[in-house]
């Protein structure tokens, strides 16, 4: 057998939009194989039509030399397809253990009494190699989005799959965890299991892929083997034309403070935190994933009550209480959570562009039609935002698109200070780039900025200068020259260890 | 073609109701010769117009993804201290105004005890229309409040303005009203926008917590209101009155097409929701069938609606 996996004409429509021509895709044992394309190039719809969620129009599927057209995920994990998907299926108030084993609980014969023990124990087993050491009896809502992952990947671990989906597997892990999934798809990829690995982290893939495939518009563009290919040629393939350089150049204009945060603490994690923003100044914020990072935007932005601390914006000192209060101090957030936190979903283009710019659009609270179609006519444009029209809902966009609509709904009159929570998660290449340079442009016009994020390179590309936080507390506070992958690893991990390897 | 096709799909989505209100007019009008005359449709708008006001203040709650089940009671309680009023010598006026504002505090408590107690809206409003009942009783001593004699306000429920009864054109100004408000204001909006996410919501500046608060306030008022035309109406005001109102609404919002989990759906259905059961009570009414049978079939409508609902957002 010299495919686990192969699929061939694969075609699929959804009303009338085609979403897949004449696609292909050919899984080896013992590989990792990436399969990249940009957001809406169609990779997640055609392993959704692998594991059964979807039926396609036309086109065969073989899993191990079997032509095979699965009914249901459940039927694909039986045959050894498991899936783990970006968005979680855990539910968060049950416990880890109950989460391994939902659907599938050990049982003392047929009588439906639990056996609670040896879920317990073989729940340590697989997270065990992981080296993740999570209590099995833990609710999974008191932990990080990362552990969470990690028992999806117990999961599918513990069901004995030959062929193991991952879609973005590492958006949300730190880079400990990323080390501890590399480690373990090295492992699976030994033992001949195949690991079909989406993501778009460039890094990444040519750190632990065997083979590249590229999608682009619904179509199958090539496999590639990674170690005779190129990050410029793969993006190339995907976007269809040159990209240039992935990090804008830009030209920093840093003038006087905009920004100043002393000995701000919210009573539980988060202790003593100060420090401060320039105008037009992009200041990175790394840290590990539970650093504390987001939970002091939030309490800067006023999403959460802070416990003592403060705020001084251009020199004055501010009172911020809640959001709207931040906002009106000139306080912009794009939070990491788009689709919880940032957009209404089932709302339109327009109505999402409109929320934060009521002022402009809206005098004496009645919305002016024209005023309101003009603002989302001009951010459309602006920002480059792929919508059928300002009537589309956001929720049939793709996550690029999706974003630049939760970063440009602030941008409707300037703001003074723009916190961006991860602000390039889940997005591909050229909206990333695009992104960017809305950065860029932004503090060109004396925008304080500052950006958290889990990538480093992008951390690295973008800032003009980084803070580091650790356990709740800021470790340290890196100038333009300062700022290196090692360096920020050191102060991350509490300056215990030397960057990772 | 895919554009014209999903905006059609959408057209037909909002027009369900309207559509099915029209069969059931029409099977009506060939059952019975009494349905269609003037005077019955007028009797029908009438009878519609006290469920539609409590309907239209239950369309913005559950737009933003709440529930009032008190607005039976605050429609007694209201009624009952209007008409407290003016059986104690208050001019009508006034005593509607009070009857009104009483409405609103009453609304404005259910909005604090969600937003400040972070009560749910459902065990909330569960307590508080307990409560609104039970000081209904207690206000009443549980006998009908008679006896007030004024012209001006037995306008309010009985009378006519160029034909058409005074509580239809209440009924339909408000509506007007409410549709501009849910339709072209910021408040409207928010409405929406909190059902829709309500986190998403506030980190975009939107105080939530005080447009819940109005928004149960706006349904307290409009429950006053209907509890006041429902006073005139009778000339008496009962502590039991408006009992199960509070699920004639409801179901209006949902005949009309509004999702229960909040951030979708338009007033205009919910005015059609409340015409469907209307039009279904005079008809089976006309037609002779027992009050028991009425029932069965007044559910029966309200599962068959949201089936086909149902069916029509998943295709």
């Known amino acids: 057998m010299e495919y686990l996996v192969e699929m061939s004409g694969i075609s699929k429509s959804f009303s009338t939009v085609q979403v897949l021509k004449d696609a292909a895709f050919r899984l080896k044992p013992g590989e990792i194989h990436a399969l990249m394309g940009e957001n809406g190039a169609g990779k997640s719809t055609l392993m959704k039509i692998l594991t059964g969620v979807y039926k396609s129009d036309a086109g065969v599927i073989k899993v191990k030399g079997r032509e095979m057209a699965f009914a249901d995920p459940t039927e694909a994990e039986r045959y050894g397809v498991a899936i783990i998907h970006q968005e979680l299926n855990i539910i968060p108030k049950l416990t880890v253990a109950e989460n391994m084993f939902l659907g599938r609980q050990l049982t003392y014969g047929k009588t439906g009494i639990l056996r609670e023990k040896e879920m317990a124990r073989l729940t340590r087993e697989y997270l065990g190699r992981l080296n993740v050491d999570l209590d099995p009896s833990a609710p999974a809502e008191t932990l990080s989005i990362g552990q969470q992952q990690m028992i999806e990947i117990g999961k599918a671990l513990s069901k004995k799959a030959e062929v193991i989906i991952m879609d973005e597997p590492t958006a949300a892990l730190t880079d400990r965890e990323i080390e501890a999934l590399f480690r373990i798809m090295d492992q699976l990829r030994r033992e001949g299991v195949g690991i079909v690995y989406i993501s778009h982290r460039m890094e990444e893939i040519f750190a632990i892929c065997d083979r590249i495939s590229v999608l682009r518009d619904g179509a199958f563009l090539g496999t590639e083997t990674t170690a005779k290919t190129t990050v410029e040629h793969i993006v190339r393939l995907m976007v269809g034309r040159e990209i240039g350089e992935r990090y804008p150049a830009r030209k920093s204009v840093i003038g006087k403070e905009r920004l100043r945060v002393e000995g701000l603490s919210d009573g539980r994690n988060l202790k003593d935190i100060h420090f401060s923003v320039k105008a037009g100044e992009i200041v990175g914020v790394a840290g590990l994933m539970g650093a504390g990072r987001t939970e002091i935007m939030r309490l800067l932005f006023g999403a959460d009550r802070k416990k003592s601390g403060d705020i001084y914006i251009d020199g004055q000192k501010v009172d911020i209480k809640n959001p709207a209060s931040a906002i009106k101090a000139g306080i912009a957030f794009v939070t990491e959570d788009r689709k919880h936190q940032g957009l209404l979903l089932d709302m339109s283009v327009r109505e999402n562009l409109s929320i934060s710019n009521y002022d402009q659009i809206a005098p004496f609270g009645i919305i002016s039609n024209g005023k309101e179609q003009a603002l989302s006519q001009q951010m459309i444009k602006r920002f480059l935002i792929k919508a059928r029209d300002s009537e589309q809902t956001v929720k049939s966009l793709s996550g690029g698109n999706q974003q630049k609509i939760a970063i440009g709904k602030w941008l409707g009159k300037l703001p003074r200070i723009f916190i961006l929570d991860e602000p390039t998660r889940g997005v591909d290449v050229g909206a990333k780039k695009e992104i960017y340079s809305m950065m860029n442009e932004l503090s060109e016009q004396g925008v304080a900025i500052i950006m958290v994020s889990s990538d480093l390179p992008e951390v690295l590309g973008v800032s003009d200068r980084v803070v580091v936080v650790h356990e709740g507390r800021i470790a340290a506070e890196l100038s333009k020259e300062q700022i290196n992958q090692e360096s920020i690893m050191y102060a991350a991990t509490g300056g215990k260890g030397h960057g990772h390897q | ?315």
Do not use: H
Not at chain 2, 139 to 156: C, H, K, L, Q, V
Not at chain 2, 194 to 223: C, D, H, P
């Open chain 2, 1 to 315: 073609m895919a554009i014209n096709k999903k905006s059609l799909s959408a057209a037909l989505q909002k027009l369900g109701p309207l559509i099915g209100l029209c069969i059931i007019i029409i099977i009506l009008i060939i059952a019975s010769p009494n349905f269609l005359t003037l005077n019955n449709i007028l009797n029908i708008f009438r009878q519609v117009s006290i469920n539609a006001l409590i309907a239209f203040g239950m369309t913005f709650v559950i737009l933003t993804g709440g529930i009032d089940l008190s607005v039976g009671a605050i429609l007694a309680l209201s009624g009952a201290l209007t008409a407290g009023m003016m059986g104690a010598g208050v001019d009508p006026m006034t005593a509607v105004l009070i009857g009104v504002l009483a409405g609103g505090v009453m609304g404005a408590i259910n909005g604090l005890l969600i937003t400040k107690a972070r009560i749910a809206p459902f065990i909330a409003t569960l307590a508080t229309m307990t409560i609104f009942r039970g000081l209904a009783l207690v206000y009443t001593d549980g006998r009908p409040i008679t006896g007030f004699n004024s012209e001006a306000f037995t306008m309010i429920g009985g009378g006519y303005f160029f034909g058409v009864p005074v509580p239809v054109i209440l009924m339909l100004i408000l509506f007007g009203g409410l549709f501009f408000v849910l339709r072209k204001t910021t408040f409207g909006r928010n409405v929406y926008a909190i059902g829709g996410n309500e986190e998403a919501a506030r980190l975009s500046g939107i105080k939530t917590g005080r447009f819940k608060v109005y928004v149960y306030t706006l349904t307290g008022v409009l429950s006053a209101l209907a509890g006041i035309i429902l006073t005139s109406r009778l000339n008496s005001a009962q502590a039991n009155a408006g009992m199960g109102y509070e699920l004639d609404a409801i179901a209006a919002v949902v005949l009309g097409g509004t999702s229960l989990s909040g951030g979708r759906g338009w007033i205009v259905g919910t005015l059609i929701g409340a015409l469907i059961i209307g039009v279904l009570n005079n008809g089976l009414n006309l037609l002779g069938v027992s009050s028991f049978y009425q029932q069965v079939v007044k559910g029966l409508v309200i599962l068959l609606a949201v089936l086909l609902d149902r069916k029509k957002t998943s295709s």
